[in-house]
């Protein structure tokens, strides 16, 4: 398993040298820093390697701390994700809107704020409307290369890890809180 979390701490370190040259490029429209939570108070599943992920990581929280953290993410799975209502905070954000969980985050949240390329949706790419307005031209000739062998490189380890995982030992479909709930 220890080469799983090597091949995904490899991965998100492209994730973030992509949006810090996405930094470079574009500064000030990046609105992304401690405190900005928007895109923390959204609902969504995660792949099973950030499951496993943040798993490794609520465990190795001291005890109170743990304690804590599951309590806020099992509140948040009876008030919030049994309903699937949108605009409340991850069980993750602190008190000064800082992610408590960040060195083990999914990748989904290490990539949004900057421009997101899928190569398996090639016609789109997105962005935070904090950072980006409708009709803002985003011209970037590596965005396509960089974050395509991103994108391959993230689907072969989810395959990977999926085909070596017992399905017993993970939940599917899961979200940030079920996953802190169950570490």
């Known amino acids: 398993m220890a080469d799983f979390k090597q091949k995904f701490y490899d991965i ?4 973030q040298s992509e949006f810090d040259r996405n930094l470079d490029i574009y500064g000030d429209k990046i609105q992304c820093r401690k405190g900005c939570s928007k895109c923390c108070s959204q609902i969504f599943n ?3 390697i950030d499951v496993w ?5 609520v465990r190795s929280l001291p005890a109170e701390q743990r304690e804590a953290l599951q309590q806020k993410a099992r509140e948040y799975i009876d008030n919030v994700v049994s309903d699937r209502r949108a605009d409340n905070p991850c069980p993750a954000l602190g008190a000064e809107g ?3 969980i960040y060195e083990a985050r999914p990748v ?5 704020g900057m421009p997101i390329y899928d190569y398996k949706n090639p016609q789109n790419v997105h962005a935070c409307e904090l950072n980006f307005k409708d009709g803002d031209e985003i011209t970037d000739e590596l965005l396509v290369p960089n974050q395509t062998e991103i994108g391959m490189k993230w ?3 989810k395959d ?3 085909a070596s995982v017992p399905r017993t030992d993970i939940n599917s ?3 940030i809180a079920e996953a802190i709930a169950g570490a």
């Open 98 to 100: 800082e992610c408590t």
């Open 160 to 162: 990977e890890f999926v």
């Open 173 to 175: 479909g899961t979200t």
């Open 46 to 48: 995660i792949t099973l």
């Open 108 to 112: 989904i949240c290490r990539r949004f």
């Open 53 to 57: 992920i943040i798993g490794e990581h």
């Open 12 to 15: 998100t370190s492209l994730i």
């Open 155 to 157: 689907d072969e380890l």
